[in-house]
């Protein structure tokens, strides 16, 4: 048995194989981590073209129905200018006044139906994506949490393993060293 009373400082196999588990475990959870910030963004950007084709369609209405008004208008002037006397004019002028006033109101009822049901899609799109979020973060949190009690206990299992280790040589020093001096 040699004699020797410097300690071993050679890392125990032990250590490093929970270090090199601990590492891929972390490893792990990061690449997670970020696959779920990919997905989120994508889903993000997927919703953002979803209210931006929602917004470009209501413009489009707007256009359309302010085309529509203008050409109404035109018409209205054609037929004024054909107008034979002043009861004509007055007689087009209130059929036009009155058709307009319907026109207008649906078309403001259309758009505003239009508007409430883009934000109301678009928060119902908003909670979803909240919702999703946040149960990625539990899950997430809830795998790094057991990742971190995993490697606490590794670590306080090798702790003991090296604690025993450490008596069991001083205990083989001290007897080593008790017979040498009967020697």
């Given amino acids: 048995m040699p004699n020797s009373f410097v300690p071993n400082l050679e890392l125990p196999a032990e250590v490093r194989a929970i270090a090199e588990k601990n590492v891929a475990q972390a490893r792990q959870a990061f690449e997670a981590l970020f696959q779920n910030a990919r997905a989120t963004v994508g889903e993000g950007e997927s919703h953002l073209d979803e209210v931006l084709a929602s917004v470009q369609g209501l413009r489009t209405k707007a256009l359309d129905l302010?085309?529509?008004?203008?050409?109404?208008?035109?018409?209205?002037?054609q037929k004024m200018v054909s107008a034979r006397s002043p009861q004509d004019v007055l007689s087009l002028q209130a059929a036009f006044l009155s058709q307009q006033m319907k026109v207008a109101a649906e078309q403001a009822r259309s758009l505003g139906q239009d508007a409430k049901g883009l934000g109301e899609a678009s928060m119902r799109s908003l909670d979803e994506n909240t919702r999703i979020l946040t149960e990625r973060v539990k899950t997430l949190s809830a795998a790094a949490a057991q990742n971190a009690q995993n490697a606490a206990e590794d670590l306080r299992n090798v702790g003991e393993s090296m604690v025993n280790a450490a008596k069991a040589n001083v205990e083989n020093a001290t007897t080593s060293f008790q017979e040498n001096l009967k020697k």
């Fill in 66 to 77: 302010m085309q529509n008004n203008m050409e109404a208008s035109f018409d209205f002037l």
